[in-house]
């Protein structure tokens, strides 16, 4: 049995979905800091994506995000609004739980993971160092930004290889990273927005030097590599996509950085996990692809696209990534990390 | 009197909507290499632009191309296909013609001018050994490809102030671009193409180095910068946007920056011309600006805006700019480098 | 000089936009119930249309709404949101003012005009029995609904004509509509809406009626035409499309039909009002016409266009007309009614 | 074994998308007009469905129509051109096959069912004299234009129940219905068209009064409802949504309307068919519904989903109706229509 905190919002939605006949994380809980508390979940919330809510959460009574966890449930996912996670996180941490959370509050922290299972799952020793801060068995992990995923994605096997120096990216981001009701149809018919608040442009140039960095029991070391994001918001309702230009430390032929992207897996643990992707990187020939909406759906949108491998007048190599925004890159990211930790034996 | 080559397709009628009551230049002749040859223009074209083709052209009746130019006519604009400009406008040119084309056929021949006015109106020079080496005097005047412009207009000043070392560049254009019918719908709703074809990146890499080159007897040098260009097609009808990030030769600060943008002019020789705008730059201060719709029209659309001036992390700037495609980037261009020939006595 | 009431929301910023260099109306006031009351209005107003707010209103500084009218202001255009229009435009009329009003709250008012002056310029004699009413100059006179004139427009020449007695209308609406920020851009990519909150299809139904409808000094009597309206926001910035079939009383040809709508002119007090459209209506021959973006702007946006005249299997003709929505369909609506309000004398 | 006819087209590439992994219909054939013919289906095909082409289709050599049906393939789906389909259809009739067929050519025959297997499924007896015309075992079967499945479908149990005397229709339609490459984008962003060619209105017209018919020995027998319909284009990628107002021969209470549609069921032979959906009709009662990106899917995009249940002034009642153009509208339609086929013993 797990819940989900923030259970209304964009995120807790595609959470709610993805868990659905989920084959071992049952929906139990669904908490939310709204008016609408103490209502059945499928009347409190305004449901935005296909079809209706799930007959089995929609009957759940929404508690309040003040109570706490729910007697005898342990794992929570949290969607939750960066103005609230922050304490509230830590709160279900110090009632000891595994707070599997998509929100931003934590991720930088010193003992707290910033999981991309396939890229960095040894972070998951950081658990250890926040048991012992709390005297108990809680902890808190996170997944990337939305805009992150697939660029710590692509990067990986790369720094790996042949090491990474560079990154310039360019990012065309869906609406719905903005959440609901996020950006009017006023600003995006015929339009884009060079700009995305938040700190988006720093979380891309921060985001992925920890999740392709070290840990030891002296805790985290970021990558050296250096990075500048410039990001644009985009009429399209789902899949980021970003262009990068990559500096590497050794030469590279194109056909080694095309075998490291397509010849990319994730460790052992993650085979036959229900949301791990296989194989995560989809190398795709044609000219044209990635594209949002022919490619975001790839490994039922945990898979990462990757396209456009070609030279770079100034850097050695660009390439194009895509991932689908609210699945690979927020609920369904959550979701496979706590299928690892539950895989491990992480989970309270 | 003037004529317009390619009369009937997309940048062909924003040609003939913006010579619609021009003070110098009165239409007199409009050619085609279609099938549509011998009907009223008004007839003949499908055309896509608000409200309907102007009166004074409606009436015309469309040329072929194989028929040269018009008795008494010296002047013709070019938005002929890249399939038949490059013979076609040679053929005017040595017919005695001035030719002013949006074409990409010649914008890399030898003695070929790539004509930004505000930025290098010194490269008509060149027209001097086009007429030598076709004993006449035609000849051929190019801009610069609608995803070059702004790019070029924005690196001017910081060029001319402090030196421009190297760019990366991401785009993201305007589907009217493409022509019509151009992209299909089915591929640009909630999507976007990572790719434009036709040499779109190659285009961006080459044509600023020529535009912000030197010229002498010799002929063209061009600038020694490095550019690297990643392009995508995005859900937007009219504006193509780019992000750079600019390494300079001397350090410069931010405010220096702006005002070297912001206080960018071009020559006397443009002032007071029908289409040049003033300032050419617009410098937005709001964090999400320039956007597509919102900015494209600035200076009847033949302003270039610039927007979020910050620093980069890699580089040493990185800023936004913007332009019309069809207009700045296209006929309005082709109709203020005719403008500047006219003003300095070069049209036959 | 005159004043805007809710001069900060999507329908302000457009009347602020069409009074700068009007010739007749000088803006003097710029009034809102929001938070920003106090500062410039450049700073106050988050300014959604194509370039920026023009410097002359980007200087007034935000007044409140409950101060009333300044001293010596007489004329105020109201672009109120609906929930605090009604008493605030009462006030205003209260104390002297003309209210020349795009909000709904009074426009069936037993003695309020609901004026579109080609068509029902008689009935600015209610203003009479306001001012018995309140003993004072002050009036109110209102347009109606953004997706109303076009089809009261429509109408008006062939209920002239040959009486209309059923009309069925379907409605594919812009975002613009919705004001700002309005509807999400989760809601509008890859989507329509088939539903608009407000009232909106009893707008259709009731206001064509009291426009189309007599007056004399026992009040209005409605046109007692049938209308029925199905409603749908579709992802288009501006433009307001309506598909109408049409029940005639009296037989008539579809040339009789085309000659109606195309020969139809206002009263002769329109002729060269400044935002008089001449002619009201545009008929367009293209069987794919009108279309919002190619469309909209026609007449300055403050004409209507009219195609695809033909039979219908059920009633007598079917045709499709457009607006602006947010100029002829608002505030270019209110300015208009004011010009004439200023030709026939009755500003105060 | 089946085969495609028209594999490349857009309608094609749905056929063999929802042919993959079919567990009654193996795919063995794919046949075109087109210039590829010779190469194997995955490099000849375009292919616009998100992912790629299914492994098993891939690898098959594209044939050319005139090659007339594979040695053994007695079962062909059609997504023929109608520039060709009349013809090869026919042919292949001829031989002996049945033709399950999405295109126009052959709805309309006086022996060919235009099949909704929900609805009119006794219309397959028609069988029996296309056998008797061609003297052998092949025949033609039909499915309806993708804006008429809808409508047929929401009217079937409101004409059982209390009879449809007249209809008006206003319809939103997908992009994709026009095909690939279809509409421009030019003329689709910031824009709808209120035209679709090739009969569309007509189609909407006349087919629903076929399907809605009886049939006997003697042949079909139209209804006699008068229908009215004004069809346009929208920028949404799958889905077709059409606004009714019915009038009913008997009165009837909204709740009497909901219930026949709620409670419609298909005839007994449909049950448990793999593309049946169950129910056939969703009756949606948020007040805002259906919309196409969020209802398409309902039912694998094979359930018609209505909403808006809501009286008329002028008819009997309003509603709203939804289906997925390229599924229950064209591909899925034919698979299912051969699925019926296949269960009733009429496959050869």
Chains 1, 2, 3, 4 share one sequence.
């Not at 996020?182 to 999740?211: C, H, M, Q, Y």
């Amino acid at each position: 049995m797990v819940g989900v905190l923030g259970a209304t919002g964009a995120v807790g939605q595609r959470m709610i979905a993805l868990l659905d006949g989920h084959p071992r994380f049952e929906l139990g809980d669904v908490v939310a800091s709204a008016k609408r508390v103490g209502q059945a979940y499928g009347e409190a919330v305004a449901w935005r994506l296909p079809g209706g809510a799930p007959a089995g959460a929609a009957g759940l009574l929404l508690r309040d995000l003040s109570e706490g966890p729910l007697e005898g449930l342990t794992t929570y996912f949290s969607a939750l609004d960066s103005s609230v996670a922050g304490e509230a996180e830590e709160a279900f941490a110090a009632a000891g739980c595994a707070v599997v959370s998509n929100s931003r509050n934590h991720r930088m922290d010193p003992d707290v993971p910033l999981l991309v299972p396939e890229v960095n799952s040894e972070h998951l020793e950081a658990i250890g160092r926040q048991r012992q801060r709390r005297a108990g068995p809680g902890f808190i992990v996170t997944n990337p930004n939305c805009s992150v995923v697939h660029v710590a994605m692509a990067l990986a096997p790369l720094d790996r290889a042949f090491g990474v120096e560079r990154v310039h990216v360019a990012t065309l981001q869906a609406a719905s990273g903005a959440g609901y009701p996020g950006v009017s149809a006023w600003d995006l018919i015929d339009n884009v927005i060079p700009f995305i608040g938040g700190g988006e442009e720093e979380k891309i140039e921060t985001e992925p030097r920890k999740i392709l960095g070290r840990h030891d029991a002296a805790g985290f070391a970021a990558s050296p590599m250096q990075i500048s994001a410039q990001v644009h918001r985009v009429p399209v309702i789902d899949g980021h996509l970003a262009a990068l230009s990559i500096t590497l430390k050794e030469r590279a032929t194109l056909a080694q950085v095309h075998d490291a992207l397509s010849g990319f897996r994730g460790p052992a643990a993650l085979r036959g996990l229900p949301s791990a992707p296989e194989p995560p990187i989809h190398v795709l020939p044609e000219p044209d692809r990635p594209q949002p909406r022919l490619d975001r759906d790839r490994g039922n949108g945990m898979a990462v696209s990757v396209g456009r491998i070609r030279p770079c007048p100034i850097g050695d190599v660009r390439l194009v990534a895509l991932s689908h925004n609210t699945i690979r890159g927020a609920a369904g990211a959550a979701i496979l990390n706590a299928e690892l930790l539950d895989a491990e034996g992480w989970l309270p």
